[in-house]
């Protein structure tokens, strides 16, 4: 609820949302927990009653350093920005446990890379990326470390908004991932608000209140690692990665809707983020990665990809490699 308060905070400066739809949500303690799909449902219905396609970007860029509590001062604690990225994929089950971040290395390059367990609307990849930028990655945010920022969902018709916020950073829609890259040696950029012996007692808190987490399984993620186990051998439907976790399509279904998406988004969106990593490199012929994703004939491939992109896998690939 920390991040649900901030950006109500945000969303108070609308005059036209419900003034009591506001108050229940800031009279919620912020230390405690709800489903991440109830905070993407809360989030998408606000974009619709301000009619405001750019509220979830704003509003993250309003969130201030420490509404995300001990997560926050530990990673601003940091002595680096490749400690501070450390700190942050350790803790980050403290605000949200969907998430899960990633930082890798390839050719000069670092990515920092945010994985949600449960599929977000555009508003809430923009809430996120926008609100880390704001805190914690603008200390890169100029030439010399050539940032960019990744977001999974297509271009929107207007950028204004996004390349005035993340000024001087690249943007990059459509994306493999949702994330940050950057030079690899700007990871041991030291931060300004570097301490170690806050950053070590910060840590100790944040230890503690991890621990206090209560750990529950995800079907969600069940699903998605037998997708990728069966999308090769063409068995990648719901009645039989039902069978496969014994259980009905029927309890499955209802299970996926009750973590906020359904089988259908999980194959897509799986489909959707091996397709852009395969293209992405010449490792994989275009006929190898329609069979690695369990398409029965290359066209299908094809229309799919031009769905999730608006180009085709050989304009992407040629697009990446310039």
Known sequence: MRLVHSFTRFLSTYPNYPADLLVDASATDPEQRIPATLAHRFLSDAVERTND?????????????????????????????????????????????????????AEGRAFFRMDSRVVMPPAAEDFLVSAVYKNHMRVLANEAADLECWFLHAKPSDTAEYERMFVPAALRFGSPACGFAFRHDFLDTPLAKADPKLHDVLKKHAEML?????????????????????????NANATHVAQQLHMSQRTLERK???????????????????????VSTRNFGLSEIAFLLGFSQQAAFHRAFKRWTSQTPLEYRRARQR
Request: glycine share 6%; net charge negative; aromatic share 4%.
């Open 53 to 105: 396609p750019a509220l979830g970007l704003k509003a993250g860029c309003a969130v201030s350093l420490g509404d995300g509590g001990a997560l926050d001062y530990a990673m601003s604690s940091a002595a680096t920005v490749r400690e501070a990225l450390a700190v942050a994929a350790r803790f980050v089950p403290l605000v949200n446990d969907a998430l899960t971040l990633q930082l890798d290395s």
């Open 210 to 234: 991890l621990s206090e987490i209560p750990t529950a399984s995800s079907v969600t993620d069940t699903v998605r690692n037998r997708l990728i186990r069966e999308l090769p051998q063409g």
């Open 256 to 278: 996926l809707a009750s973590e906020g998406t359904t089988f259908k988004q999980l194959l897509d969106e799986m489909r959707r983020r091996l397709a852009l990593e395969y």
